[in-house]
Each structure stands twice: as C-alpha cells, then as structure tokens.
C-alpha cells in the first residue's frame, strides 16, 4: 500500500519568503508528526496532531511555523518569513498510536 | 523530556558486537528503535512494551528495563547493513507522544 508521501521533495527559497510543506499521511493513520532534521543531527519535533484533539505544537521553535490538519488526512507545515536557519529536511511521520511511526521521504528546504 | 543516548558514535569491523542505550527522566510506556542510513528517512526496527521485554530484528535485539526507565539495543555479529543512525524514541505514560534521542551513528567496517 502506499506510505507516507510528503511534497515538494525539495524546496529552495529566498530569505524572507514563505513556505508550505504537505503530508499525505497513511490511510486509517490517526496521528501525525512532523520533526526537524538538520544535517547530521538529530530529529527535532515540531508538532504532534492526534485525531481530533488540539494539536501539540510544544516543539514549534517561532511563531513563523505553523501547522494544520484536517481531520486525520492531509498536513501542511508553514514557515513565514523564511530564515537561513530553517534549512533542515523536513520529516513527516504518520502512527496508529502506540505503534511505529511510518516516516515520509522528507522535504529539504534550503533558504539562500 | 529527549531521551539520552550513549555512545554518540560506534565503530565496528564486520562480525562485532555493540551495545546502545538509550535512557529517559520519564516514566515510559514504550521504546522504539529506528535506524536512519544516510540521505533517507529513519525506519522503524521494533517496539518495546512492557518492562523486560525483549525483541529482535534479524541479529538486532533490543531489551527494556521500565523501572530504569532505560533501553539497549545489542548489534550482534554485524553486518556491513547495520551500518547507519540509530534512534531510540521513548512514549512516556504522561501524554504518548514520542520523543527521539539525538541518535548513535553506528559505522561497520569489513
């Protein structure tokens, strides 16, 4: 079946701009994450969406990231006036909780 | 709370073992491990439930010790494959949400 799909594959922006990531979780897959990844570090949470309740945005470094979800499908990820420090790859993770996270391909965002 | 993970960086000649551990200030209802190779997306390796429990994925095995609230993964005989980031995520009983540890990249050697 299909897994986790995540678009653009990558992104390459000018400082200033704003970006809109998607995720198109796994079908039935009620809760969703999305995490940072810069190069050669580890994996930064940004926000956790679980079913209908409010959203976990504890890890959402600035209030230029936002995100949203409709229901238990489709996820966007906002970044407003994109900064050099966002350039990261951008990972999305789909789970029927308490299970394994099924990670998307990734989006890498490069802000010049 | 991130868990902690030790050592930061292992390497191995082909056939050898490690250890990984993985630890958390937080009352746990599960551990994962994921394996991430180099310019792809971490992959899930197993899950850990309940205190003592044991798991294995090929010759990778994990244990888990709920009331230390720690985990470690065992690398055994390794295989050039094994090669790669390794990341402990913990679920505490608080809120269920997973938190991953910064990683432990794992180099093989032949």
């Known amino acids: 079946g299909a897994g986790v799909s995540q678009s653009p594959s990558n992104k390459v922006t000018e400082k200033g701009k704003d970006v809109e990531l998607r995720c198109d979780p796994i079908s039935g897959h009620t809760a969703l994450y999305w995490y940072r990844q810069r190069l050669g570090q580890g994996l930064e949470f940004l926000i956790y969406?679980?079913?209908?309740?409010?959203?976990?945005k504890s890890g959402l470094p600035s209030d230029r990231f936002s995100a949203e979800r409709t229901g238990e499908s489709v996820s966007t990820l906002t970044i407003q006036r994109t900064q050099q420090e966002d350039s990261a790859v951008y990972l999305c993770?789909?789970?029927?909780?308490?299970?394994?996270?099924?990670f998307g391909p990734g989006t890498r965002l490069t802000v010049t | 709370q991130q868990p902690v993970q030790s050592p930061q960086a292992v390497i191995l000649r082909e056939g050898e073992d490690a250890v990984i551990n993985c630890s958390s200030s937080k009352a746990l209802y599960s551990v994962h491990w994921y394996r991430q190779k180099h310019g792809e997306a971490p992959v899930f390796l197993m899950i850990?439930?309940?205190?003592?429990e044991q798991k294995g994925h090929e010759k990778i095995s994990a244990s888990f010790n709920e009331k230390k609230q720690q985990s470690s993964l065992y690398l055994t005989a390794s295989q050039l494959s094994y090669s790669g980031t390794y990341f402990c995520?913990?679920?505490?009983?608080?809120?269920?949400?997973?938190?991953f540890g910064a990683g432990t990249t794992v180099t093989v050697r032949a």
């Open positions: 850990l439930l309940k205190g003592g």
């Open positions: 969406f679980q079913g209908n309740s409010a959203p976990d």
């Open positions: 993770a789909s789970s029927p909780p308490p299970y394994e996270q099924y």
């Open positions: 995520g913990t679920e505490s009983r608080d809120d269920y949400k997973l938190s």
